[in-house]
Every structure is written in C-alpha cells, then in structure tokens.
C-alpha cells in the first residue's frame, strides 16, 4: 500500500474505559474562559515504531499487550483527570457544564495494512483524519489505538476543546504514559475554577469589544461558493537553520531580538497575505491571531498562584490579532512585519488583559461568544491563527515501548480562519515540526515561495525506516 493514505482500517473491538476507581458525581462549572471555546475537537496522535523484542520471544510487546498497558494506564489516569470521563450538557441558561459521572472514554482497538514508513504524514487529510485520530461521538475524550503492518502502532486521541486546551491535554498525556510505567505523577491536576473568578466589580478594555464577539451579533454564515478555495492540512519541518536565520533576519535594524515563534509567524503572514486572490486584494485586510497562554500571566511573580495555575486544567487562552493591508504586508520588510507581532502579542501578555477577559464574558453570560478571528477569513480578506505547540511533550508519552517517532496535534477546527501549529521535531534538536490547516492556494503559494522554509514531513526526514525503537 505505497500510497500512503490509500489503505484500510478494521475495527478489531470498541468499549468504553472508565476511571479505575469510583468517582463521586458532581458538575463542574466551566469558567468564563471556557465559555469562549466553541464546541469544537482537537486531535493529537503518536506513531510508535515496532517495539524491540526481549528475550523470551518478546510476548510482552505483542499488540495485545501493548494495548492492555495503554487501556489500564487510562483508567488510572482518569481517577486524576476524571474531567476526560465525563460528558458536557447544558445547564438551565444553555450554557455547557461539565458532569463528572465517570461514563467513561470510548475506545477503539483497530489494524491498519499500511507500514508506518509508508504512511503520508505531510497530508494528514489523506492519512490521519478519521483513520487513525477517532472522530468523538460521545463523552469528552475518544482513543483509538492502530496496530499497523510492520508491527508499529499509532495512538489516536480527540478530545472536546472546551474542557482542555493543548496546556491540559499535554498534563493528561504526560501522566497517561506514567501510569503506563507505574511512574508516580509528576503533576496532579487542580480543576479549581475560583482561580479565574471574575471580579466585583468588573472591568474591562474597550479593546475586548474588537477581538471577541457575542455569536448573536455575527452576521448568518454565507452558503459556500461553487468552486471556493477550501481549509485543507499538512504537515512540515522547518530546520534549526532555516529557524535562526528567520530570526535574524525579522529581528534586523530591531532594538530587541524577535523571538522564533514571532519570526516564523511574521514569515506567515507575508505568505498569507501574498495569497489573497480576491478583487482590490492589495487594499484588503489580512488578519493574523497568536494564542496566548494566561497560566504565567495571571500568577504574575506570586509563588502559590504559580504553582496552582501550573496545575490548573481548563482553557486559560486569549487570541489577539494584528491586521495590516495586504500590499503593507507583502512589500514591507519581514523586520517590519515581526514588529507589527509583537506589538499586537504585547498588548495580551499582562495579568490586565487575561482578568479584563474573565470580566468581558461575565458581562455577557449566558451570551455565548467567541474569538472574532475564528470566524474572519472569507470576503474581507485572509485570517488565521497560529498556536505555539513548544511545551508539546511528545517525547514523554513513552508507554513503555520507546518514545513515539511522531507526536502532533491534527486540528481542523471548522473555523473560517486557518490555523498553524509549530511543535518540536522528533528527529532533530531545535528543528520544529510544522502542522498547517489552511486555504488550499494558501498552501500552494507558501510551497511555492516557502520552500526552502516549510519542507514536507517525510519518513526519510523521521528515519521511520530505521531499527525498532529502543526504550
């Protein structure tokens, strides 16, 4: 099955793991930060290359095996993360709450005929997507785990967004492969939603009113257009190389060194914005967003609220956007372009911003409402996001059976903005590995342009052909 993403998956078995220990049923509240997610999934998987045999025959490592450790290992985890074997209903406004009645994660046993040196991973429309990451059709957190031809596997998660950002699966992920490794957890999760209360009085910035929005004040979607450019993914590496010499070359004639994340973002939106194809193109706005992580933000240089937030499982995110015409974007330098980044990241980097977002929402309850940028994107020009996946801890999802060749997150996020998020490779220290949700001829021209920049992710790059992974 040389093609990559033309091979079959069996389901071998489904059931439903719950947590191993009774948990007392209660809600739990979502906080005005959740509030802001949309019900939308997000995907992450790990491809594991054949483990290495022991001596009397390797039996412990046969798939079979490797799935009881991984569905034992969940069942432990779950008594901690208990969130993950809930569901979400509505509450009597119609806003979402969590009930923590431990229902359990669904979860799926499955074969793939396809080698994992084989698979298609830069087209993760074509290779992932409904074959190895499950779609969830119920509870907050599905897992599939795929044995594959060559004797690999790949362990496949979605989870709802609303009761975790990337920061809280990352824990979760983490303590799962712990289990995994009879290890103790290095990190117990804190689900106490008074560290984001909103305050008496509230108060907020004007600005507030231009990056989020109430859903009701959004004009009807637009039906889609015959023959209209559509989101599609795909996955890069950007090397070490390529990283700095971005860097040095956004932070040039700068007071201040632009970081690699603003550096990479700025070559971005460059990119996006030489895209646009629409009529008087050059007079149209080009939106870029950040995600911003409040933990560090809101604990600001107090050591108990530190610790407590490094804990704190839930959504503690904001999206501010910059926007710049588009014949700005593409004929200004790219130092000029990483400023406009970082000066737009600036403004939400403060404890300020994060309490004045928890105070906006509370203003709006039962409103619900979301982040302008996720529904920007179509007639008044491109938009996307851009999520920094650096603390992604990929390497310390070892189950017992070596770290995973590959982890990412696959999130096609159903907005109308694109979405990118740079992770750290596997193979090479200080490369990043690259994954893209974007307008079709977006891609084109960034491959086209940004090909010295944004190289396929192959297995040649992954050594997936290499010997089994050694623990």
């Known amino acids: 099955m040389g093609g990559g993403g033309d091979f079959m998956v069996t389901v071998s078995r489904k059931e439903v793991v ?4 009774p948990v007392q049923e209660y809600w739990l509240p979502q906080s005005n930060l959740d509030l802001l997610l949309p019900p939308v999934d997000v995907g992450v998987f790990f491809c594991y290359k054949k483990p290495h045999g022991s001596g009397n025959g390797g039996d412990e490592l046969r798939f079979g095996s490797m799935v009881r450790v ?42 793939a005929d396809v080698q994992l040196q084989d698979l298609n991973l830069y087209n993760p429309d074509d290779s992932i997507e409904g074959k190895l990451v499950p779609k969830k ?8 785990v795929t044995e594959l031809k060559c004797g690999g596997a790949v362990v496949g998660c979605t989870f709802d967004h609303r009761i975790a950002d990337a920061y809280s699966a990352n824990l979760f992920l983490v303590s799962w492969a712990e289990m995994a490794q009879s290890k103790p957890l290095s990190v117990i999760p804190s689900f106490r939603r008074s560290l984001l209360n909103p305050r008496r009085p509230g108060s907020y910035h004007p600005s507030l009113d231009e990056m989020y929005v109430p859903i009701s004040a959004l004009p009807p979607p637009k039906a889609p257009q015959p023959g209209a450019d559509h989101l599609i993914s795909r996955l890069y590496y950007v090397s070490a190389e390529q990283l700095s010499l971005l ?8 007071i201040r060194k632009r970081t690699k994340l603003e550096s990479l973002s700025a070559f971005l939106w460059k990119m996006v914005a030489k895209s646009a194809v629409m009529e008087n193109a050059n007079k149209k706005i080009c939106k870029m967003g950040i995600v911003v992580d409040g933990r560090g933000r809101l604990s600001s240089g107090d050591e108990d609220k530190t610790a407590l937030m490094a804990t704190y499982f839930g959504n503690v995110l904001s999206i501010p956007f910059g926007e710049k015409i588009i014949c700005d974007l593409k004929e200004q330098p790219l130092s000029w372009v990483a400023e406009a980044v970082h000066d737009f990241l600036e403004r939400a980097v403060t404890k300020e911003h994060f309490l004045g977002l928890i ?4 203003t709006h309850r039962p409103e619900p409402a979301l982040a302008k ?4 994107g179509s007639s008044d020009g491109p938009a996307f996001v851009v999520s920094s996946g650096q603390r992604f801890p990929a390497s310390k999802v070892d189950f017992g059976w070596g770290r995973p ?10 907005g109308d903005a694109g979405y990118v998020m740079p992770m750290p490779s596997p193979a090479r220290d200080g490369d990043w590995v690259v994954y ?27 050594k997936l052909a290499d010997f089994p992974h050694l623990s």
């Open 18 to 21: 719950a947590a191993a220990l």
């Open 247 to 254: 860097q040095t070359l956004a932070s040039s004639g700068g």
């Open 359 to 362: 105070d906006w929402v509370e």
């Open 373 to 376: 940028i996720y529904c920007s």
């Open 137 to 144: 059709k119920n509870g907050v957190l599905s897992v599939q």
């Open 405 to 414: 060749a590959l982890g990412s997150y696959h999130f096609p996020w159903g």
């Open 436 to 462: 893209m949700h974007l307008l079709n001829g977006q891609i084109e021209l960034i491959e086209n342009q940004g090909a010295h920049i944004f190289r396929p992710l192959t297995s040649d790059y992954l």
């Open 70 to 111: 991984v569905k034992e290992a969940l069942a432990q985890a779950l008594v901690s993360y208990y969130a993950f074997a809930g569901e979400v209903v509505s509450n009597s406004v119609g806003e979402p709450e969590l009930l923590c009645n431990n229902r359990g994660v669904d979860f799926t046993e499955a074969y």
